[in-house]
Protein backbone atom coordinates (compact mmCIF):
# COMPACT_ATOMS: atom_id res chain seq x y z
CA UNK A 1 0.00 0.00 0.00
CA UNK A 2 1.29 3.24 -0.63
CA UNK A 3 0.47 4.90 2.33
CA UNK A 4 -1.68 7.86 3.72
CA UNK A 5 -1.37 9.86 0.58
CA UNK A 6 -1.64 14.16 0.36
CA UNK A 7 -1.56 17.05 -1.82
CA UNK A 8 -0.76 18.95 -2.17
CA UNK A 9 2.72 18.88 -0.48
CA UNK A 10 3.60 22.48 -0.45
CA UNK A 11 0.84 25.36 -0.65
CA UNK A 12 1.74 29.16 -1.07
CA UNK A 13 -1.14 31.31 -1.26
CA UNK A 14 -2.23 35.04 -0.43
CA UNK A 15 -4.83 35.88 2.38
CA UNK A 16 -8.21 35.97 1.51
CA UNK A 17 -7.91 32.92 -1.11
CA UNK A 18 -9.66 29.40 -0.85
CA UNK A 19 -7.01 26.36 0.20
CA UNK A 20 -8.38 23.03 -0.44
CA UNK A 21 -6.12 20.06 1.30
CA UNK A 22 -6.52 16.85 -0.12
CA UNK A 23 -6.09 13.35 1.46
CA UNK A 24 -5.95 9.95 0.49
CA UNK A 25 -6.43 7.45 4.03
CA UNK A 26 -4.88 3.68 3.63
CA UNK A 27 -7.54 1.41 1.64
CA UNK A 28 -9.36 -0.76 4.47
CA UNK A 29 -8.83 2.03 7.10
CA UNK A 30 -12.67 3.50 8.44
CA UNK A 31 -11.47 6.23 10.67
CA UNK A 32 -9.45 9.28 9.18
CA UNK A 33 -7.62 12.49 11.41
CA UNK A 34 -6.57 16.18 10.31
CA UNK A 35 -4.27 17.68 12.48
CA UNK A 36 -2.28 20.57 12.23
CA UNK A 37 1.02 21.40 13.64
CA UNK A 38 2.64 24.62 14.82
CA UNK A 39 5.26 25.98 16.81
CA UNK A 40 3.11 27.61 19.55
CA UNK A 41 0.32 24.73 19.90
CA UNK A 42 2.24 21.59 18.75
CA UNK A 43 0.08 18.76 17.27
CA UNK A 44 -3.96 19.55 17.20
CA UNK A 45 -6.37 17.34 15.90
CA UNK A 46 -8.57 19.10 14.06
CA UNK A 47 -11.57 17.28 13.16
CA UNK A 48 -11.70 13.36 13.08
CA UNK A 49 -14.22 10.83 10.86
CA UNK A 50 -14.96 7.48 11.23
CA UNK A 51 -16.44 5.55 8.35
CA UNK A 52 -16.84 8.73 6.46
CA UNK A 53 -18.98 10.66 9.44
CA UNK A 54 -17.35 13.41 11.15
CA UNK A 55 -17.19 12.31 15.30
CA UNK A 56 -15.47 15.31 16.53
CA UNK A 57 -14.81 18.67 15.20
CA UNK A 58 -14.56 20.77 18.42
CA UNK A 59 -10.80 21.39 17.39
CA UNK A 60 -12.24 22.93 14.02
CA UNK A 61 -11.16 26.84 14.66
CA UNK A 62 -13.86 28.61 13.36
CA UNK A 63 -16.36 29.19 10.65
CA UNK A 64 -13.08 29.57 7.80
CA UNK A 65 -12.08 25.85 7.98
CA UNK A 66 -14.30 22.78 6.62
CA UNK A 67 -13.91 19.21 6.40
CA UNK A 68 -15.54 16.83 4.35
CA UNK A 69 -15.40 12.88 3.78
CA UNK A 70 -17.82 12.00 0.47
CA UNK A 71 -16.20 8.25 0.84
CA UNK A 72 -13.91 6.23 2.16
CA UNK A 73 -10.97 7.34 0.42
CA UNK A 74 -11.13 11.02 0.11
CA UNK A 75 -11.28 13.65 2.44
CA UNK A 76 -10.36 17.30 1.70
CA UNK A 77 -10.19 20.29 4.50
CA UNK A 78 -10.86 23.42 3.24
CA UNK A 79 -9.98 26.98 4.70
CA UNK A 80 -11.86 30.27 2.93
CA UNK A 81 -10.87 32.74 3.24
CA UNK A 82 -6.98 31.97 4.35
CA UNK A 83 -5.31 33.96 6.73
CA UNK A 84 -1.52 34.64 7.53
CA UNK A 85 -2.45 33.10 11.26
CA UNK A 86 -3.40 29.44 9.61
CA UNK A 87 0.25 29.09 7.98
CA UNK A 88 1.00 25.45 9.40
CA UNK A 89 1.56 21.88 8.45
CA UNK A 90 -1.33 20.11 7.91
CA UNK A 91 -1.06 15.97 8.53
CA UNK A 92 -3.52 13.57 7.23
CA UNK A 93 -3.68 9.98 9.27
CA UNK A 94 -5.84 6.92 8.96
CA UNK A 95 -6.51 3.97 10.95
CA UNK A 96 -8.06 0.90 10.89
CA UNK A 97 -9.67 1.63 14.80
CA UNK A 98 -9.32 -1.86 16.39
CA UNK A 99 -7.35 -3.15 19.07
CA UNK A 100 -3.70 -3.57 18.20
CA UNK A 101 -3.64 -1.05 15.20
CA UNK A 102 -2.19 2.10 14.78
CA UNK A 103 -2.25 5.10 13.52
CA UNK A 104 0.12 5.80 9.44
CA UNK A 105 0.23 10.00 8.99
CA UNK A 106 1.02 11.15 5.51
CA UNK A 107 3.83 13.38 4.82
CA UNK A 108 2.07 16.80 6.05
CA UNK A 109 1.26 19.67 3.61
CA UNK A 110 3.13 23.11 4.62
CA UNK A 111 0.83 25.59 4.10
CA UNK A 112 2.10 29.82 3.96
CA UNK A 113 -0.58 32.13 3.81
CA UNK A 114 1.09 35.54 2.79
CA UNK B 1 -10.17 15.03 28.78
CA UNK B 2 -6.93 13.66 28.36
CA UNK B 3 -3.70 15.65 28.31
CA UNK B 4 -0.08 14.63 27.86
CA UNK B 5 3.06 17.03 29.05
CA UNK B 6 6.14 16.59 27.91
CA UNK B 7 8.71 19.28 30.35
CA UNK B 8 11.50 18.57 28.04
CA UNK B 9 11.61 21.20 24.97
CA UNK B 10 14.99 19.91 24.42
CA UNK B 11 17.28 16.95 25.35
CA UNK B 12 21.09 16.30 23.96
CA UNK B 13 22.84 13.55 24.44
CA UNK B 14 26.56 12.52 22.86
CA UNK B 15 26.40 9.77 20.02
CA UNK B 16 26.67 6.14 21.94
CA UNK B 17 25.33 7.24 25.31
CA UNK B 18 21.26 6.64 26.18
CA UNK B 19 19.17 9.42 27.11
CA UNK B 20 15.39 9.14 28.64
CA UNK B 21 12.81 11.60 27.45
CA UNK B 22 9.94 11.94 29.79
CA UNK B 23 6.11 12.10 29.42
CA UNK B 24 3.13 12.24 31.92
CA UNK B 25 -0.39 12.39 31.23
CA UNK B 26 -4.01 12.68 32.64
CA UNK B 27 -6.71 10.37 32.27
CA UNK B 28 -9.53 9.04 34.46
CA UNK B 29 -9.78 5.36 31.77
CA UNK B 30 -8.08 2.54 33.00
CA UNK B 31 -7.30 1.23 29.57
CA UNK B 32 -6.04 3.56 26.91
CA UNK B 33 -2.62 3.19 24.77
CA UNK B 34 0.22 5.05 25.03
CA UNK B 35 3.21 5.83 22.39
CA UNK B 36 6.15 7.52 20.99
CA UNK B 37 6.74 9.23 17.64
CA UNK B 38 9.76 10.55 15.97
CA UNK B 39 9.37 13.35 13.62
CA UNK B 40 12.91 13.79 11.99
CA UNK B 41 13.52 17.03 9.38
CA UNK B 42 11.25 15.32 6.97
CA UNK B 43 8.37 16.03 8.76
CA UNK B 44 7.10 12.26 8.65
CA UNK B 45 5.83 11.18 11.58
CA UNK B 46 7.27 7.59 12.84
CA UNK B 47 5.50 5.42 14.98
CA UNK B 48 8.52 4.38 17.82
CA UNK B 49 7.05 2.37 20.20
CA UNK B 50 3.72 1.85 21.40
CA UNK B 51 2.44 0.57 25.28
CA UNK B 52 -0.77 -0.80 26.22
CA UNK B 53 -1.80 0.43 29.17
CA UNK B 54 -3.10 -3.33 30.88
CA UNK B 55 0.42 -4.64 30.22
CA UNK B 56 2.19 -4.34 33.09
CA UNK B 57 5.65 -5.13 30.53
CA UNK B 58 7.89 -2.06 29.25
CA UNK B 59 7.40 -2.21 25.67
CA UNK B 60 10.98 -2.50 23.97
CA UNK B 61 12.15 -2.09 20.23
CA UNK B 62 15.94 -2.59 20.02
CA UNK B 63 17.03 0.70 20.88
CA UNK B 64 14.29 1.79 22.42
CA UNK B 65 12.42 0.91 25.40
CA UNK B 66 10.25 2.90 27.83
CA UNK B 67 9.23 2.85 31.67
CA UNK B 68 5.55 2.77 32.17
CA UNK B 69 4.58 4.04 35.61
CA UNK B 70 1.15 3.66 35.12
CA UNK B 71 -0.25 4.54 38.85
CA UNK B 72 2.61 7.99 38.52
CA UNK B 73 1.00 8.34 34.94
CA UNK B 74 4.54 8.49 33.47
CA UNK B 75 5.49 7.42 30.13
CA UNK B 76 8.80 7.85 29.54
CA UNK B 77 11.48 6.72 26.42
CA UNK B 78 14.96 5.30 26.59
CA UNK B 79 17.09 5.63 23.69
CA UNK B 80 20.34 3.35 23.86
CA UNK B 81 23.37 3.82 22.30
CA UNK B 82 22.43 6.82 20.74
CA UNK B 83 22.69 7.57 16.74
CA UNK B 84 23.05 10.58 14.53
CA UNK B 85 19.73 9.39 12.78
CA UNK B 86 18.11 9.50 16.16
CA UNK B 87 17.89 13.30 16.23
CA UNK B 88 14.60 14.37 15.54
CA UNK B 89 11.30 15.93 17.68
CA UNK B 90 9.79 13.15 19.95
CA UNK B 91 6.46 13.32 20.63
CA UNK B 92 4.56 11.06 23.29
CA UNK B 93 0.73 10.08 22.94
CA UNK B 94 -2.04 9.02 24.28
CA UNK B 95 -5.25 7.41 23.44
CA UNK B 96 -8.16 5.46 24.55
CA UNK B 97 -8.89 2.18 24.44
CA UNK B 98 -10.13 1.46 20.59
CA UNK B 99 -13.68 1.67 20.30
CA UNK B 100 -16.58 1.73 17.27
CA UNK B 101 -16.39 5.45 17.03
CA UNK B 102 -13.03 5.89 16.89
CA UNK B 103 -9.90 7.35 18.26
CA UNK B 104 -7.68 10.02 18.38
CA UNK B 105 -4.44 10.58 19.36
CA UNK B 106 -3.53 13.33 21.70
CA UNK B 107 0.09 14.49 21.11
CA UNK B 108 2.56 16.58 24.22
CA UNK B 109 4.41 19.47 23.44
CA UNK B 110 7.33 17.41 21.66
CA UNK B 111 11.13 17.16 22.72
CA UNK B 112 13.61 18.51 19.95
CA UNK B 113 16.67 15.80 20.69
CA UNK B 114 19.96 16.86 19.39
CA UNK B 115 22.54 13.72 19.06
CA UNK B 116 26.59 15.25 19.15
CA UNK B 117 28.68 13.48 17.37
Known amino acids: DAGVIQSPRHEVTEMGQEVTLRCKPI?????LFWYRQTMMRGLELLIYFNNNVPIDDSGMPEDRFSAKMPNASFSTLKIQPSEPRDSAVYFC????????????FGSGTQLSVL | AQTVTQSQPEMSVQEAETVTLSCTYD???????LFWYKQPPSRQMILVIR??????QNATENRFSVNFQKAAKSFSLKISDSQLGDAAMYFCAYSKRFNNAGNMLTFGGGTRLMVKP
Open chain 1, 27 to 31: SGHNS
Open chain 1, 93 to 104: ASSLGTPGFNWF
Open chain 2, 27 to 33: TSESDYY
Open chain 2, 51 to 56: QEAYKQ
